[in-house]
Structure formats: C-alpha cells, structure tokens
C-alpha cells in the first residue's frame, strides 16, 4: 500500500506528507483496540496511519517540536524529547506500537 504515498525525495518529504503524519499520531492516539485503523487525509486521500508511517521510514527531516510532543504522549517515553528526532525514527517507533494494536 505504500504506492498511496509520493516517494520522498532525497530523505525529504513533501509538506502536506509531513502533515499526515502529524495528523497519524494524533490518530493514534485515539484508536483503541475495539476500534478500525483510523485514516488521515493525506493530499484530499484517507490513508492509514500505518501506511502514513511506513512512508515515512526513509525521511530524514527533523519532526518538529510539536509532534515530539504527541509523540512522547503517544508513547508515555519523555526521552524522546531530549534530542532531535527525524521523522524515520518516529516513524520506525509509531510502525511498531500499530501492530501491537493491531494485534490486541
């Protein structure tokens, strides 16, 4: 399902890419085992979040300091916020914390 995404470009993700993702962990946040994968719109298209992730896996940009702090929130780890974090990294992280929802 990957080919719903546009393909980053050296490392570097469109804006409106950048936003989905964004929007996936506040997503994430939400969903809760009883519940279907939820989607975000991403470029006028619903995706799920896990292919929002997946898209993001090779991106080099920093996340910014907002979505840090979802993501701490999401992830309950405050390290994640002690240094600069790319969109891979968290990426790699939310990846693995939806198929343990997925599975529960």
């Given at each position: 399902m990957q080919h719903l995404?546009?393909?980053l470009h050296k490392g570097h993700a469109p804006?409106?890419?950048?936003e989905?993702?964004?929007d996936a962990l506040d997503a994430f946040e939400d969903w809760r085992p009883d519940?279907?994968?939820?989607e975000v719109d991403c470029d006028g298209?619903?995706?799920?979040?896990?292919?929002?992730?997946g898209g993001?896996?090779?991106?080099?940009?920093?996340?910014?300091?907002?979505?840090?702090?979802?993501?701490?929130?999401?992830t309950g780890d405050s390290t994640v916020?002690?240094?600069k974090i790319t969109y891979a990294?968290?990426?790699?992280?939310?990846?693995?914390?939806?198929?343990?929802?997925q599975h529960h």
């Amino acid at each position: 399902m990957q080919h719903l995404l546009p393909s980053l470009h050296k490392g570097h993700a469109p804006i409106f890419l950048q936003e989905a993702f964004n929007d996936a962990l506040d997503a994430f946040e939400d969903w809760r085992p009883d519940m279907l994968e939820p989607e975000v719109d991403c470029d006028g298209r619903a995706i799920p979040i896990t292919v929002v992730f997946g898209g993001m896996r090779d991106c080099t940009d920093d996340l910014p300091a907002r979505a840090v702090y979802a993501l701490e929130a999401v992830t309950g780890d405050s390290t994640v916020t002690k240094h600069k974090i790319t969109y891979a990294e968290a990426a790699v992280l939310m990846g693995a914390l939806s198929a343990q929802r997925q599975h529960h």
